[in-house]
């Protein structure tokens, strides 16, 4: 029987992450890119083991007083 794996994620928000923080985000991978406005934006992708993770994710990137742009599950 295969083991499921957890979803994949793409959240995107407003501004620069450095890659340190990758860390601090379960290990999700950062890519930095400009907007079609031209505005930095932030790229966290990564495995996101369930609800409650991707909760506390979310709360996390909140405390930090980032904005949302979009969470896409992939």
Same mark, same amino acid.
């Given at each position: 029987m295969d083991t499921?794996?957890?979803p994949?994620?793409?959240i995107t928000v407003q501004g620069r992450l450095d890659e340190?923080?990758?860390e601090? %985000?379960?290990g999700l991978t950062l890519t930095?890119?400009?907007d079609e406005h031209g505005a930095i934006v932030t790229t966290l992708t990564g495995e996101v083991?369930?609800?409650a993770a991707l909760r506390?994710? %979310?709360n996390r990137l909140w405390d930090w007083n980032l904005t949302l742009i979009a969470v896409?599950?992939?």
């Open positions: 499921p794996t957890a994949i994620y793409r340190a923080w990758s601090w %985000l379960t930095t890119t400009m083991v369930d609800q506390g994710l %979310l896409t599950r992939l």
